[in-house]
């Protein structure tokens, strides 16, 4: 049974910090690209940041340089840590785990997301 386990959410001021962690179990983890997505009510969830089995990155334009996705293989586990946060930021933030294994064959799971409210 594949699972992916976010934490670190939460409530925070604008311009600070917050780290999210996605434990994922049930999936040979370094070989999958691990994304971070987010959504708010009333649009379409949006890729935030994602990393690759070989490590490489991208980022949606609004969180360069601001946030750094990042994996542990051996903890089986990514990273999202975000600085200098806006309230724009603000979001259920969910993980997300894909595995092309061919053309047609594609394995692509979810986590259930965890609240990132950036707010005095």
Request: glycine share 10%; net charge positive.
């Amino acid at each position: 049974q594949v699972q992916l386990v976010e934490s670190g959410g939460g409530l925070v001021q604008p311009g600070g910090s917050l780290r999210l962690s996605c434990a994922a179990s049930g999936i040979i983890f370094s070989r999958y690209a691990m994304g971070w997505y987010r959504q708010v009510p009333g649009k379409q969830r949006e890729l935030v940041a994602g990393i690759n089995s070989s490590n490489s990155t991208s980022y949606t334009d609004s969180v360069k340089g601001r946030f750094t996705i990042s994996r542990d293989n051996a903890k089986n586990t990514v990273y999202l840590q975000m600085n200098s946060l806006k309230p724009q930021d603000t979001a259920v933030y969910y993980c997300n785990a894909n595995f092309q294994l061919t053309v047609v064959v594609e394995y692509n799971y979810w986590g259930q997301g965890t609240q990132v409210t950036v707010s005095t």
